[in-house]
């Protein structure tokens, strides 16, 4: 096995690379994955056929019972004891196939006590997916064993017959490994020849077992994961009830942050204003001269106050969106980097308020990025609609180097967007140049 030393692209640490001499079909009875998977099949049958016991067994006494009270109880029981078993055969997959498998959503009580839980243990369809895992795997983990077992034997065993066919003669009475018998003819496998064609098959067994063994994991993959993993509405109430978390955590700093502006910007400005005013209207009869000079401060005060608050209200929905669209509202953005900024909006018609006040936001805070941190000398935007999405992509000339998984603020760009089932890619090396596409999807409803 050879070695040579890499580096990562990604981290830029240095990674080993192996490169195999052999071929991936004669090293494959000698890798521990073959050997995980192997045991696997071996422990497939006696914990389907406690798993199948037990589930044919409760479900049957539930059955018989519920004529009495004690009937219902008793097939939750059931019920819940599947779902342990399907708990132990997801982290049996994890450890020896290697398969990642969700746990499904949790039960759903409504509401406190054993009655209760009952009825979530019985309206949960986990619980009905793991009794019927529990059903169908024992006669294919049954089928399994026993291909994978014989296949297994005979492979080594003939491939091994050249290190033990002496063992015939020795002890058995005969010449070697009978292939052939009746009353009046006797074949056996004895010869130098015979033996060397025995051994070329075991090996072509031997050789084959694997790729068989992990054909027949991969029918277990797919019940694990179909069976005894979460569903794919499940996983998109979990993917869901995250983004609502993202977007009130969202909608909460962008309060922080405009309370903060305020009461930091515009409001400490009309505070010292009101001071300034009320000095002014004392001194208006002792000094015109000085109170008039303070109502011209108090002026040029008002004036900064009300561009702060015309920045602040840009920044909360800038009226030129409103009235004039996303091409208007992005040519202003542009207007205001400190790169030049090319803006390219084709768009049939506007999209919904929501995904285009989303899209405003992203191009500015990437314009944001370009003026702050890019060291750009120029920079486009181009927005455009394939089919039911809204694509927005941003490319300038600077440094590159941009990395979302750095935890800075196209991490939150990327969770806005993800909130509405966006998706933001950052295509950024070292060096530039740095492009970044963001998707949406188009809603074209406007009220």
Not at 238 to 248: A, I, P, Q, Y
Not at 433 to 446: F, H, S, Y
Request: proline letters at 5%.
């Amino acid at each position: 096995m050879a070695t040579d030393y890499g580096y990562d692209s990604g981290l830029g640490f240095p990674e080993t690379v192996r490169r195999h001499r052999l071929p991936a079909g004669l090293r494959a009875p000698f890798e521990g994955r073959t050997w995980r998977e192997f045991g696997y099949v071996l422990l497939s049958l006696p914990i389907s056929i406690l798993m199948f016991t037990y589930a044919v067994t409760m479900v049957s006494l539930g059955a018989g019972l519920l004529v009495t009270f004690l009937g219902i109880p008793v097939f939750a029981a059931g019920l819940a004891g599947c779902r342990g078993l399907g708990a132990l055969e997801r982290a049996r997959a994890r450890g020896l196939l290697g398969l990642e498998v969700a746990d499904p959503e949790p039960l759903r009580t409504r509401g406190s006590g054993f009655m209760a839980w009952i009825g979530a243990v019985l309206k949960s369809g986990t619980s009905w997916r793991t009794l019927l895992y529990s059903v169908l795997h024992l006669p294919w983990a049954l089928f399994s064993f026993v291909v994978a077992v014989n296949f297994w034997v005979y492979g080594w065993a003939l491939l091994t017959y050249p290190l033990w066919f002496w063992v015939f003669p020795a002890y058995a009475g005969q010449d070697g490994l009978q292939l052939y018998g009746d009353q009046s003819h006797h074949i056996y496998l004895d010869n130098p020849f015979e033996i060397g064609v025995t051994a070329l098959v075991g090996l072509l067994f031997t050789l084959a077992t694997p790729w068989i063994v992990r054909a027949l994991t991969t029918v277990d993959r797919v019940m694990v994961h179909g069976l005894l993993g979460p569903t794919r509405l499940s996983a998109r109430v979990v993917e869901l009830e995250s983004d609502r978390g993202v977007v009130v955590d969202t909608a909460a700093a962008d309060l922080r942050r405009i309370e903060r502006d305020l009461h930091d910007g515009a409001q400490a400005r009309l505070v010292a204003l009101a001071m300034d005013l009320g000095l002014a209207k004392e001194k208006l009869t002792e000094d015109p001269q000085a109170a008039a000079r303070m109502v011209d401060e108090a002026h040029g005060e008002v004036k900064t106050a009300l561009q702060e608050l015309r920045d602040l209200a840009r920044g909360i929905h800038p009226a030129v969106l409103t009235d004039r669209g996303l091409d208007a509202a992005l040519s202003s953005v542009a207007s205001r980097c400190t790169v030049p900024v090319q803006v390219e909006v084709d768009l049939p018609a506007r999209p919904a308020p929501a995904i285009e006040g989303i899209a405003y936001f992203t191009v500015s805070e990437l314009l944001q990025n370009v003026s702050k941190h890019a060291r750009a000398t120029g920079a486009a935007v181009d927005v455009w609609r394939v089919e039911d999405r809204l694509l927005l992509q941003v490319v300038d000339n600077g440094v590159g180097g941009a990395d979302v998984s750095a935890g800075s603020g196209l991490a939150g760009l990327a969770e806005r967007l993800d909130a509405v089932d966006g998706i933001l890619v950052v295509d950024s090396p070292v060096g530039g140049p740095t492009r970044v596409t963001a998707e949406l999807p188009w809603r074209g409803d406007r009220v």
